[in-house]
């Protein structure tokens, strides 16, 4: 049997169906054996670029919560994917990446495609594995797949060129090893939490000023540990109002005292409360400078912050009291404790006029800007949109301008609806994540949402979408230009020359690519794009969306 048989062999008894890939010379005969296979053939995602192959790998593994699994060649292949493996290892992304490299029988790469690739891995995952030879193939696919299912990733494995088409006599010790036995997902050592320090919690929520608001500020660690119907009970035992991190929002969708997601690009009324709070109880968030908008939202306010890593106590921001602890059992203990002291922590802050004013909130607060008559105001883009786009939703937003829209006005029932791809802060993502996440979900429509120079930066992949039938609406924010440089070069009175780059007729290039494309500029396109999606979605969906980029958001005001 050849290495490469091998490997395949261990990806399906790990239960994987899927693998994204831009084929190379080191690494063809391995691709074509993982679909071609006679027995347990895998599906591949052939991409148009390697950098995208990685991110439709992450936008897999996101959706699935199970293994994105991505083949990359040596030398310039792996040196394209840096941004996307990065962004990967900063959402700890469950990607195992398969990498050729220099072939064993020579000192350098006849190919010139030998670089210091190695220490370039190293240095952006903090999980690299080589397999110098068959005798350690299995033990070294064994620790990644454990290191995938403990810790989450990505994970790379280096394998050199002439190894991966070799004969193996090992390829058969993979039943005796830990690959594809059942496991649950761990995560991580389970912290206890400290009674003295839950005394102490309690003993601050008791001895908040019943006049203003409390406010329980749930994040993605507090998702994670299912910890939503816990913090809901504390926050009725308290009269506290319940808020989220970005990445959590939808958390509390159907609470009548949900204040939405707070932060730098937090609703008003969000941010207005916990400014206003005599105590924040933080829980599974990190406290993160877009989360506090600089540390302005909680300059006022006692804050307890409840997190299972030690080390993300006072990470970015100061706090009064910090207790390590799963954020389900600390918040249950926090309940138990008032409760063992039967003391009253109400305040009266939950009234009908509160759940009334948080109801009737604005998406979008009052602005006034003049609109060119062949441009649309973003706001009236992304209300319709809201209104028209299936519910059955997966967001996905690329970085940019545009996307401080899309989190005031497009609504998601669970944060497992939205899918961030910003870990990085780099440009041009979102498409191909979207993309492999729309390879994997069959219950939601992936909503993919870009700038025009995002769309643009991943153009190519448009091409995978179409040819894989992938059933996926991607909406298009056009302004013409690069939107945040845009507003940055506005707001300090500088030329914005520079920042102003028209793109082709985006829907006439969907069009020529296989995919609908529709262009956005009035409220009778709007009714147009919803016709087209009212019979649903298959294939990709272009929304070529002109808006005007000199309406700008809120944002912009205190952060250019």
Known sequence: MKVHEAIRRFLVAEGVDTAFSFLSDATVEMVANLQEATDDPLDVVEARHEQAAVAMAD????????????????????????????????????????????????????????????????????????????????????????????????????????????????????AASTIGSSRTTAGGTRFEPDP??????????????????????????????????????????????????????????????????????????????LRRSDTVVAVGCSLNEHTTDRGRLLDDSTVVQIDADPGAIERHT???????????????????????????????????????????APAFPEREFEVAPDRVDPREVVTGLDAILPDDRLVVTDTGHFMAWIFDGVTVADPADYMWTSDFGSVGLGGPMGYGAARAVEDRTPIVFCGDGGFMMSLQELDTAVREGLSTVVVVMNDGGLGAEYQRLYHDDEPTAAAEIESPDLAAVADDFGATGLEIRSERDLERAEDRLDGGVTGPVVLDCKIDRDVYHRFFDDHA
């Open 196 to 273: 003295s320090a839950v005394d102490a919690a309690a003993e601050r929520l008791l001895a908040a000023d019943p006049s203003v608001p409390t406010t329980i500020l749930a994040g993605r660690g507090a998702v994670r540990a299912d910890a939503g119907d816990t913090i809901e009970t504390l926050a009725e035992r308290t009269d506290a109002l319940l808020a989220t991190t970005l990445q959590a929002q939808g958390y509390f969708s159907e609470h009548p005292f949900s204040l939405g997601f707070v932060g730098g690009f937090g609703s008003p009324v969000a941010n207005e409360y």
């Open 59 to 174: 936008g897999y593994a996101r959706a699935t919560g199970s293994v994105g699994v991505v083949v990359v060649g040596r030398g310039p292949a792996i040196a394209q994917t840096g941004t996307a493996l990065t962004t990967a290892r900063k959402a700890d992304s469950k990607v195992l990446v398969l990498v050729a490299t220099t072939s064993r029988r020579t000192a350098t790469d006849p190919l010139n495609k030998e670089f210091r690739q190695r220490s370039f891995l190293e240095t952006l995952l903090d999980d690299v594995l080589a397999v110098p030879d068959d005798e350690v193939l299995v033990p070294r696919f064994a620790e990644a797949f454990r290191r995938l299912h403990d810790g989450g990733g990505p994970v790379a494995v280096e394998l050199p060129a002439d190894l991966i088409a070799a004969e193996t006599d090992h390829a058969d010790d993979w």
């Open 318 to 360: 100061r706090v009064d009291l910090g207790v390590v602890g799963d954020a389900a059992d600390a918040v249950e203990a926090l309940v138990a404790e008032l409760d063992r002291r039967d003391a009253d922590a109400t305040s009266g802050v939950r009234s009908e006029e509160t759940s009334q004013r948080l109801a009737e």
